[in-house]
């Protein structure tokens, strides 16, 4: 009883102990040298023993930019990085190819305003290795 008592002290200090930390990122999709419209890119935060924790959705614009902030709670950094789900390169329109970037922790700071912005540049997206993802 006392050793439970203990664990869920413990846990709870921890979640207190959090801080808010936040990240952000940009770049710009290209398919075949034209941009990419209409991609889904999530930003999350990376966990080892659970399930990652998104921080933030967005979607290519026209000229294929994205542009992402994310805000998490974390007793140590967060572990960012985001996903990119596009269709690009593919003859039929069933599930999505999936494809994930770390970001660098020294783009990730405390606090709920990013002090800089991760700039991913210009990712081609029919150079990147194939995964497909039918469930994001």
Known sequence: ????????????????????????????????????????????????????????????????????????????????KFNIYHRCGKTLPVCYYKYSFAVPSSFVNSGTFANKVYNAQTIELSLLEKHRDCLN
């Open 1 to 80: 009883m006392n050793s439970l008592l203990v664990v869920l002290l413990v846990g709870i200090v921890a979640i207190a102990a959090a801080n808010k930390q936040t990240v952000a990122i940009e770049g710009r999709l290209m398919c075949n040298g034209k941009p990419y419209s209409g991609a889904k890119v999530k930003l999350y935060d990376h966990d080892t023993f659970t399930t990652d924790d998104k921080l933030a959705e967005t979607q290519s614009d026209g000229q294929g930019y994205f542009k992402l902030v994310g805000t998490g709670r974390e007793v140590s950094r967060l572990n960012a």
